[in-house]
């Protein structure tokens, strides 16, 4: 969901994940479940460079348990489960 919501561009869709850029490395992720597989080239992405990217140290399940519990809300977070605010490099 996060790499097309839009708050990217030049992410394009092949096989069953994505083929873009992070910083100056060309990159391909797929997700599968719960794990994140990622490429830079023939290499395995380093991985501070994807958690940083992807922001996967931003504790998700808090900052939604802080979200009021209202119809509204929910369905925000039923919508965006999974979207992730990208930190792209300068």
């Known amino acids: 969901m996060t790499l097309n919501s839009g708050q990217v561009f030049h992410w394009e869709k ?3 994940g994505f083929y873009g850029m992070i910083g100056d490395r060309a ?3 797929e997700q599968r479940g719960d ?10 992405a380093l991985p501070k460079v994807v958690a940083r990217y992807f922001a996967l140290d ?4 808090e900052i939604c348990a802080s979200l009021p519990r209202d119809p509204v809300m ?14 792209q490099p300068q």
């Open 14 to 16: 092949i096989g069953d």
């Open 27 to 29: 990159v391909y992720v």
């Open 35 to 44: 794990i994140l597989k990622v490429r830079f080239g023939e290499m395995r």
């Open 58 to 61: 931003h504790p998700l399940e």
């Open 74 to 87: 929910n369905a925000a977070r039923d919508f965006c489960r999974g979207l992730r605010i990208i930190r």
